[in-house]
Protein backbone atom coordinates (compact mmCIF):
# COMPACT_ATOMS: atom_id res chain seq x y z
CA UNK A 1 0.00 0.00 0.00
CA UNK A 2 2.33 2.57 1.03
CA UNK A 3 4.24 1.54 -2.14
CA UNK A 4 1.93 2.15 -4.46
CA UNK A 5 1.21 5.65 -3.00
CA UNK A 6 5.08 6.00 -3.39
CA UNK A 7 5.00 5.15 -6.72
CA UNK A 8 2.42 6.42 -7.69
CA UNK A 9 3.23 10.12 -6.34
CA UNK A 10 6.65 9.34 -8.54
CA UNK A 11 4.35 9.16 -11.74
CA UNK A 12 3.08 11.59 -11.01
CA UNK A 13 6.21 14.12 -10.66
CA UNK A 14 7.40 12.21 -13.50
CA UNK A 15 4.23 13.70 -15.33
CA UNK A 16 4.20 17.08 -13.63
CA UNK A 17 8.00 17.22 -14.95
CA UNK A 18 7.53 16.61 -18.71
CA UNK A 19 4.45 19.06 -19.18
CA UNK A 20 6.92 21.69 -17.32
CA UNK A 21 10.04 20.93 -19.69
CA UNK A 22 8.50 19.32 -23.26
CA UNK A 23 5.12 20.70 -24.73
CA UNK A 24 4.05 18.33 -27.86
CA UNK A 25 4.26 20.63 -30.97
CA UNK A 26 6.55 23.32 -29.89
CA UNK A 27 10.21 23.61 -31.52
CA UNK A 28 12.80 21.96 -29.29
CA UNK A 29 16.21 23.74 -29.85
CA UNK A 30 17.94 20.45 -29.46
CA UNK A 31 15.30 18.31 -31.59
CA UNK A 32 15.45 20.97 -34.23
CA UNK A 33 18.48 20.09 -36.68
CA UNK A 34 20.00 23.07 -39.22
CA UNK A 35 22.32 21.98 -41.50
CA UNK A 36 24.36 23.52 -44.37
CA UNK A 37 24.54 20.84 -46.91
CA UNK A 38 26.91 22.46 -49.72
CA UNK A 39 28.83 24.02 -47.55
CA UNK A 40 31.37 21.78 -47.61
CA UNK A 41 33.10 23.31 -44.20
CA UNK A 42 34.39 26.38 -45.38
CA UNK A 43 34.05 29.37 -44.00
CA UNK A 44 31.59 31.99 -45.68
CA UNK A 45 29.93 35.40 -46.34
CA UNK A 46 26.93 37.09 -47.80
CA UNK A 47 26.17 39.99 -48.96
CA UNK A 48 23.02 41.45 -48.07
CA UNK A 49 20.89 45.17 -48.65
CA UNK A 50 18.13 46.57 -46.88
CA UNK A 51 15.77 45.61 -49.58
CA UNK A 52 16.85 41.72 -50.36
CA UNK A 53 18.54 42.77 -53.40
CA UNK A 54 21.63 40.93 -52.10
CA UNK A 55 23.16 38.05 -52.54
CA UNK A 56 21.00 34.56 -52.41
CA UNK A 57 22.61 32.13 -50.21
CA UNK A 58 23.60 29.87 -53.23
CA UNK A 59 25.89 32.95 -54.63
CA UNK A 60 27.76 33.46 -51.09
CA UNK A 61 31.64 33.18 -51.51
CA UNK A 62 34.73 31.23 -49.35
CA UNK A 63 35.71 34.14 -46.89
CA UNK A 64 39.03 35.72 -47.98
CA UNK A 65 39.06 33.59 -51.21
CA UNK A 66 36.19 34.90 -53.26
CA UNK A 67 35.64 31.40 -54.60
CA UNK A 68 32.08 31.09 -55.45
CA UNK A 69 30.18 29.16 -52.61
CA UNK A 70 26.53 27.77 -51.60
CA UNK A 71 25.43 28.98 -48.29
CA UNK A 72 21.88 27.45 -48.27
CA UNK A 73 20.83 26.22 -44.79
CA UNK A 74 18.42 23.52 -44.22
CA UNK A 75 15.91 22.35 -41.42
CA UNK A 76 13.79 20.23 -40.05
CA UNK A 77 11.88 21.46 -36.85
CA UNK A 78 10.90 18.87 -34.71
CA UNK A 79 9.48 19.41 -30.72
CA UNK A 80 10.98 17.79 -27.64
CA UNK A 81 9.78 14.17 -28.34
CA UNK A 82 11.32 14.38 -31.91
CA UNK A 83 8.19 14.77 -33.30
CA UNK A 84 7.69 17.19 -36.60
CA UNK A 85 6.23 19.94 -36.04
CA UNK A 86 4.63 21.09 -39.51
CA UNK A 87 3.26 24.60 -40.51
CA UNK A 88 5.47 26.59 -37.84
CA UNK A 89 5.55 30.19 -38.84
CA UNK A 90 8.51 31.51 -40.86
CA UNK A 91 8.57 34.64 -38.91
CA UNK A 92 8.91 32.97 -35.77
CA UNK A 93 12.60 31.22 -37.53
CA UNK A 94 15.14 33.72 -37.75
CA UNK A 95 19.08 34.55 -38.47
CA UNK A 96 21.05 35.90 -36.26
CA UNK A 97 24.80 36.81 -35.69
CA UNK A 98 26.51 36.28 -32.84
CA UNK A 99 27.83 39.65 -32.47
CA UNK A 100 24.57 40.90 -33.44
CA UNK A 101 26.45 43.15 -36.28
CA UNK A 102 24.08 41.97 -39.16
CA UNK A 103 21.10 44.27 -38.78
CA UNK A 104 17.99 42.53 -39.88
CA UNK A 105 14.86 44.83 -41.33
CA UNK A 106 11.92 43.61 -39.92
CA UNK A 107 11.40 40.14 -41.01
CA UNK A 108 14.05 40.65 -42.88
CA UNK A 109 16.39 37.43 -41.81
CA UNK A 110 13.34 34.99 -41.56
CA UNK A 111 12.69 31.14 -43.01
CA UNK A 112 11.93 31.64 -46.62
CA UNK A 113 8.72 29.82 -45.63
CA UNK A 114 6.92 27.91 -43.22
CA UNK A 115 7.44 24.27 -42.39
CA UNK A 116 6.12 21.97 -44.66
CA UNK A 117 4.57 18.59 -43.50
CA UNK A 118 7.70 16.93 -43.19
CA UNK A 119 8.53 20.23 -40.40
CA UNK A 120 11.54 21.39 -43.47
CA UNK A 121 12.07 25.12 -43.71
CA UNK A 122 15.05 27.06 -46.15
CA UNK A 123 16.58 29.58 -46.20
CA UNK A 124 17.88 30.29 -49.71
CA UNK A 125 16.22 33.57 -50.80
CA UNK A 126 18.45 36.87 -49.68
CA UNK A 127 18.32 38.43 -46.52
CA UNK A 128 16.83 41.86 -46.58
CA UNK A 129 19.71 43.27 -43.82
CA UNK A 130 22.86 45.81 -43.03
CA UNK A 131 25.48 45.36 -40.88
CA UNK A 132 28.23 43.25 -40.88
CA UNK A 133 29.69 40.41 -38.90
CA UNK A 134 32.48 38.08 -38.97
CA UNK A 135 30.98 35.52 -35.76
CA UNK A 136 28.75 33.06 -36.53
CA UNK A 137 25.20 32.54 -37.94
CA UNK A 138 22.82 31.45 -35.22
CA UNK A 139 19.68 30.06 -36.09
CA UNK A 140 16.86 30.79 -33.85
CA UNK A 141 13.42 29.32 -33.51
CA UNK A 142 10.96 31.48 -30.93
CA UNK A 143 14.48 33.18 -29.76
CA UNK A 144 16.02 30.46 -28.62
CA UNK A 145 19.05 28.93 -30.93
CA UNK A 146 18.89 25.54 -32.43
CA UNK A 147 21.77 23.53 -31.39
CA UNK A 148 20.94 20.44 -32.78
CA UNK A 149 22.52 20.04 -36.31
CA UNK A 150 25.58 21.60 -37.60
CA UNK A 151 23.97 25.21 -35.70
CA UNK A 152 25.60 27.57 -35.23
CA UNK A 153 27.64 28.05 -39.26
CA UNK A 154 30.37 29.87 -40.47
CA UNK A 155 28.85 32.50 -41.76
CA UNK A 156 29.76 35.95 -41.87
CA UNK A 157 27.57 38.75 -43.51
CA UNK A 158 28.14 42.35 -45.01
CA UNK A 159 26.13 45.00 -46.51
CA UNK A 160 26.52 48.27 -48.22
CA UNK A 161 24.43 49.35 -45.46
CA UNK A 162 27.30 49.72 -43.60
CA UNK A 163 25.89 51.95 -40.57
CA UNK A 164 23.51 49.20 -40.27
CA UNK A 165 20.12 52.03 -40.00
CA UNK A 166 18.18 50.32 -42.91
CA UNK A 167 19.38 52.24 -45.76
CA UNK A 168 22.48 52.62 -48.34
CA UNK A 169 23.17 56.54 -48.33
CA UNK A 170 25.93 58.96 -48.08
CA UNK A 171 26.85 57.73 -44.62
CA UNK A 172 27.73 54.20 -46.22
CA UNK A 173 29.78 55.61 -49.29
CA UNK A 174 31.57 57.28 -46.69
CA UNK A 175 32.59 54.66 -44.86
CA UNK A 176 33.07 52.39 -47.75
CA UNK A 177 35.52 55.11 -48.78
CA UNK A 178 37.06 55.24 -45.50
CA UNK A 179 38.19 51.45 -45.87
CA UNK A 180 39.03 51.32 -49.41
CA UNK A 181 41.58 53.83 -49.10
CA UNK A 182 42.26 52.41 -45.66
CA UNK A 183 42.84 50.17 -43.85
CA UNK A 184 41.03 46.36 -44.85
CA UNK A 185 37.88 46.07 -43.06
CA UNK A 186 35.51 42.73 -43.81
CA UNK A 187 32.21 45.36 -43.63
CA UNK A 188 33.44 47.22 -46.64
CA UNK A 189 34.54 43.89 -48.57
CA UNK A 190 31.76 42.80 -50.06
CA UNK A 191 33.16 40.56 -52.82
CA UNK A 192 35.19 38.48 -50.20
CA UNK A 193 38.43 37.91 -51.82
CA UNK A 194 40.20 39.62 -48.67
CA UNK A 195 41.01 42.91 -50.86
CA UNK A 196 39.15 45.64 -52.05
CA UNK A 197 39.19 46.77 -55.54
CA UNK A 198 36.61 47.34 -58.26
CA UNK A 199 34.78 44.52 -57.45
CA UNK A 200 33.84 45.74 -54.06
CA UNK A 201 33.27 49.10 -55.79
CA UNK A 202 30.63 47.56 -57.75
CA UNK A 203 28.57 45.93 -54.82
CA UNK A 204 28.29 49.14 -53.22
CA UNK A 205 27.05 51.12 -56.25
CA UNK A 206 24.91 48.64 -56.85
CA UNK A 207 23.15 49.42 -53.05
CA UNK A 208 23.04 52.68 -53.12
CA UNK A 209 19.11 53.78 -52.20
CA UNK A 210 18.29 50.66 -51.27
CA UNK A 211 16.39 50.67 -48.03
CA UNK A 212 13.95 48.07 -45.68
CA UNK A 213 10.91 47.50 -47.43
CA1 LIG B 1 23.27 53.03 -43.65
CA1 LIG C 1 36.86 42.39 -52.24
Redesign the pocket.
Known sequence: MVLRKITGLFVCALVIGSVAFATAGIPDPGESTATMPNAGGASLALFNLPNGGGNGFDSAQVVGD?AAADATIEMIVRDAFGDIVANFPAEDMWLASTNSGMVPCIGGSAADQNTDVDGFTTWATALAAGGSDVGTCEIMINGEAVFGGDAPFALAFNSADISGDGVVNLVDVGLFSGILFGDYDFAA?????????L??VGRMALGIGAACP
Request: no cysteine.
Open positions: GDFFADGVMNAD
